[in-house]
């Protein structure tokens, strides 16, 4: 059984930065993708950030390019995700998400972590 676990949620005021840790219980290489999700209220899971083992290109979505970085370290089984120049849209619970095939939809990934709350003010 795999098993996600985030940390370094919080609240920040807009502009703020923050950078959130998932460890993982296996070896992350044995993944093919591991990623941020996020869901707001009412909405969508919705894919923020992924980065694969083999080092093919990360993936980011539009709306946080430039801003966020993913970043993984396989020694530790770790995967990170710096988040600069935050905004209130940003606000929304945040998911480290594992998969053996693929990261793209929400639907397909197999291992979540619980979710940790990001909440950023204007």
């Known amino acids: 059984q795999v098993q996600l676990v985030e940390s370094g949620g919080g609240s920040v005021q807009a502009g703020g930065s923050l950078r959130l840790s998932c460890v993982a219980s296996?070896?992350?290489?044995?993944?093919?993708?591991m990623g941020w999700f996020r869901q707001a209220p009412g909405k969508e899971r919705d894919r923020v950030a992924v980065i694969y083992p083999r080092n093919e290109k990360p993936y980011y979505a539009d709306s946080v390019k430039g801003r966020f970085t993913i970043s993984q370290d396989h020694s530790k089984n770790t995967l990170s995700l710096q988040m600069n120049s935050l905004k209130p849209e940003d606000t929304a619970m945040y998911y480290c998400?594992?998969?053996?095939?693929?990261?793209?939809?929400?639907?397909?990934?197999?291992?979540w972590g619980q979710g940790i709350l990001v909440t950023v003010s204007s």
């Open positions: 296996i070896n992350t290489y044995s993944m093919a993708c």
């Open positions: 998400a594992a998969d053996a095939r693929s990261c793209v939809e929400y639907k397909q990934v197999d291992y």
